[in-house]
């Protein structure tokens, strides 16, 4: 029975405050006002947190089409929404949890879930890969598996359409599995590893197991697939008596299947046995022999693949028992062997001719697609969008049908151009267009919407036909199944790369902000710090990312950073740090605030405001810098009276948006006493601007380190710094902090020296008394690599192991020895800093501080954003 939004005060235990003109089917579930896509039959969720609140964005939606609303608290005034219908819940996740668990209840086919500390994501990609001749199926796109993502993704199962569903479920605190298990409900599990991720909300390890565990203590529960190699596991396991398989590598008591592995090269084989608890006893009288003495290969030899493999085997083992889903053993190796690794990451490259890429290649279902689109559509770039897309796979829907959903989000995400790929999807695009053209379907939306379109029935049939300057400055979605081969597109239509690319994580940088934001009051704002080319990490991605994540405000060091932002569409407020004496011209054309930090400015800034002819848009306000104790920039208490006197007599035409100072040490506890000082200093000067002023404004001092150190000293706003970027400077908290940035290039050559042979410029690598393998990087000081790396002080990763400089860096390569990595080949990628290998660590082989590490690397290195 589909929901209806009459239904909803009932069943979310809430109260109607205004039906709306039309009683809906409910169709799509909104949170986040950013990302509406099709509006009929959207539900939106007003969710409140500490830094945010839905209930600001209705008027938004209600402008954009939304019409269906779940608010937890009243509205003054509903006049302004007519025809829209509002519930009113205690509260609003929960209400969202309720009617996810509700839409779960419809479906009476067999639902899986997957939990564990690490590889639920690959577990469920690859049971899905497994399964997908068989079975139509549900799952979690990506890895939504929190308290949010489970009920977006569980509101996907379609009675009528799925046989299957496979879920995530990730938690991070005490009483949030019970909350995921009613709404997924699952009738099969896996529970994948117990790792030592997310621990900081569990009191123990054996706490974090029990509450994993609740997942699959419910009634109509059937059956548990894990390792019993994990001591901890197996025993909660049958502490419980939950219905379970159990397997083993070694010969574990209590497991159903024996599995014994041998390494064959890239592979693994795999010789099943029945354990002592043999399947046949354990679980409904089978065909044993279906599994009996059969060998397998996985295609992976590393120790994590080979575990998430084995669970899938598990699952298709125990599937072998019924009749109606038993598979030939040489099918179940055929499946095995298409096993494809998990890549499920959106990369942002930079494309020719002033394009920009979003590189989404791994698969092509509807979900997956509603996501790239949501992804394309927060780019704030000017300019045309494009979404090159393959067939659409593993809908179960029929050919209209999908192709009409297809179109709607197209539509709905405004793209201008549509380039198909694929028999089905040119088929289905030439009936509509030839619908058009003899006037069947000839919508008024039809006939307005912009959208061009162009069909191949090949990938081979596109590239014969790309000329990479049919595109200019566009934004070009690049969206395909696996099998369409989508890279060769995305190779044609990037920019050269040489072999150094810089690989940025937003997913990390999100996670820093999040990080940072828990330590903010309620209230604070925040302003970001994208200097210097965001902290060598990009600008217009990191200022997109945090345009998007509602960052307050933005600051740059110079007017031309500023500049370039604003071309790129970022409308965020901006403040430059460093505005030069010329620069108000610029300032006012692209709202840039100038930090105001001496007498000589504050003159200047006066006397451009009173210069403008009339007519001019008004100079942007302006921040003053007081110095207490930087030194730097600032006025100090000596200017301050003469900082008073002018800003009275020009209190119109001196618009000041906050005061602010800089700390010296916010990073070490040695100066504290200092930083208490320059803290109550800043006070007592802002206290008398502010007298002046004859009113509060935005004051602000904390840094990153400062953040963390002085939550005391939030003020109204704080200015985060490098610790977005995930490293901070003294920081023995920043285990908190995941690494954003990755450095890497490839070996051009690797050479074998003779004893007794020097290397590179001045002969600087010196002789040694044994042969030695040298392999020389396409990175060198020109790039950003310090030059101070030489001679042993650096170290490259290569193959997981560390390699030491030889000789002198070079501008534009390096020597590393590889003697003890024999396996070394040119091609190879060399991870210069990354995992494995920290900022940190770099900076302090060279006597520096991260940040240099960090805003040194080159514009000329490329970078690539990628994300889940
Ligand atoms: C760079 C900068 C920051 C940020 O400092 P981090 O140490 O990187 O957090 C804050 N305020 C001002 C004025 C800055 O120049």
Not at 448 to 474: G, H, I, V
């Amino acid at each position: 029975m589909p929901i209806r939004f009459s239904n909803l005060p009932a069943l979310l235990g809430g109260t109607l405050l205004q039906a709306p003109a039309t009683d809906a089917t409910i169709a799509t579930l909104l949170l986040d006002s950013r990302r509406v896509g099709l509006t009929e039959g959207a539900l939106f969720f007003a969710l409140r947190g500490p830094h945010h609140d839905g209930h600001h964005h209705l008027a938004a939606l209600y402008a954009k089409g939304v019409r269906l609303f779940v608010v937890s608290h009243a509205l003054a005034s509903l006049e302004p929404f007519a025809g829209a219908g509002f519930v009113l819940v205690p509260a609003a996740l929960a209400a969202l949890q309720t009617l996810a668990a509700a839409h779960r209840g419809t479906f009476q086919r067999p639902v899986w879930a997957i939990t564990g500390s690490n590889g639920k994501t690959i577990v469920k990609e690859w049971l899905a890969q497994l399964l997908a001749p068989d079975e139509d199926i549900c799952r979690s796109p990506k890895s939504y598996n929190s308290q949010i993502g489970v009920p977006l993704s569980v509101w996907e199962l379609a009675p009528g359409r799925h046989t299957l569903g496979i879920f995530e479920a990730g938690i991070s605190e005490r009483g949030e599995m019970a909350r995921l298990a009613r709404i997924i409900a699952p009738t099969h599990g896996i529970f994948t590893t117990l790792g030592t991720a997310h621990d900081a909300g569990f009191a123990s390890e054996g706490e974090k197991l029990a509450e994993k565990l609740t997942l699959f203590e419910r009634p109509g529960f059937e059956l548990l697939v894990y390792c019993a190699d994990q001591p901890a596991v197996h025993a909660a396991v049958q502490a419980r008596a939950l219905p379970a398989l159990a397997w083993t590598r070694h010969a574990v008591p209590g497991a159903a299947l024996r599995f014994r592995l041998k390494p064959t090269g890239a592979g693994t084989t795999v010789r099943v046995r029945l354990g002592e608890a043999g399947l046949a006893q354990s679980l409904p009288a089978g065909q044993p022999a279906l599994l009996a003495a059969t060998r397998f290969t996985l295609p992976f030899a590393d120790e994590p693949s080979v575990e998430n493999a084995l669970h899938c085997l598990a699952v298709l083992l125990w599937r072998q028992l019924d009749p109606a889903t038993a598979l030939a053993p040489a099918e179940i190796q055929r499946r095995l062997l298409r096993l494809q690794p998990v890549a499920m990451r959106l990369e942002r490259k930079q494309g020719r001719h002033g394009c920009y890429l979003l590189d989404d290649t791994y698969n092509n279902d509807l979900a997956g697609l509603a996501l790239a689109l949501d992804a394309l559509s927060r780019q704030a770039r000017p300019g045309g969008r494009t979404l090159i897309l393959s067939d659409v796979l593993e809908s179960g829907l029929s050919g209209p049908a999908l192709y009409a959903r297809v179109l709607a989000l197209v539509r709905a995400h405004g793209i201008t151009r549509l380039i198909g790929v694929g028999e089905e999807l040119s088929y289905e695009l030439r009936v509509k267009s030839e619908e058009l053209r003899i006037g069947v379907s000839e919508t008024a939306k039809d006939q307005q919407s912009q959208l061009l379109t162009q069909t191949y029935p090949t990938t081979e049939a596109l590239l014969a036909d790309l000329r990479p300057t049919d595109f200019q400055n566009e934004t070009i979605l690049i969206k395909g199944a696996r099998r369409f081969g989508f890279e060769r597109v995305v190779a044609a239509l990037q920019q050269l790369q040489h072999g150094t690319v810089l690989e940025v994580n937003l997913d990390a940088l999100t996670h820093n902000l999040q990080y940072y934001r828990q330590r903010l009051r309620p209230g604070t704002k925040l302003m970001v710090m994208v200097k210097a080319f965001a902290y060598g990490s990009g600008s217009y991605e990191v200022a997109s990312l945090l345009q998007f994540q509602r960052a307050d405000y933005l600051a740059v060091a110079y007017p031309d950073e500023g500049q370039q932002l604003r071309e790129n569409g970022i409308s965020l407020p901006i403040m430059v740090l460093n505005p030069g004496p010329d620069s108000f011209e610029q300032l006012r054309r692209y709202r840039l605030e100038p930090e105001i930090y001496s007498l000589e400015r504050l003159h200047d800034y006066l006397q451009a405001a009173q210069e403008a002819p009339t007519g001019t848009a008004p100079l942007p306000p302006l921040h003053l810098k007081l110095d207490t104790g930087m030194r730097r920039l600032g006025f100090d208490e000596n200017d301050l009276g003469a900082l008073l006197e002018l800003l009275a007599a020009h209190r119109a035409q001196l618009p000041v948006a906050s005061l602010m100072t800089h700390l010296a040490a916010a990073d070490d506890p040695a100066h504290d006493d200092f930083t208490r000082q320059q803290l109550s200093t800043f006070q007592r000067m802002a206290a008398a601007v502010e007298a002046v002023l004859g009113r509060p404004v935005l004051k602000h001092a904390l840094n990153s380190a400062g953040i963390r150190r002085f939550p005391e000293a939030q003020f109204d706003m704080v200015r985060l710094g490098v610790g977005l970027y995930g490293v901070e400077a003294g920081d023995e908290g920043s285990h908190n902090l995941l690494p954003v940035s990755t450095l890497r290039t490839t070996v051009s050559q690797v050479k074998t020296l003779p004893a007794d042979t020097t290397v590179g410029y001045g002969r600087r690598g010196a002789a040694t008394a044994h042969e030695r393998r040298l392999a020389t990087l396409a990175i060198g000081y020109a790039d950003g690599y310090d030059r101070r790396f030489s001679a042993g002080a650096g170290l490259v990763l290569l193959h997981g192991r560390r390699a030491p400089v030889v000789g002198s860096v070079c501008m534009d390569m390096v020597m590393v020895d590889v003697t003890d990595i024999p396996e070394t080949q040119p091609g190879d990628v060399a991870i210069i800093f990354g995992e494995g290998l920290t900022i940190n660590e770099l900076a302090e082989r060279i006597g520096t501080i991260p940040y240099e590490i960090l805003t040194n690397v080159s514009e000329r290195v490329k970078r690539v954003f990628v994300s889940e």
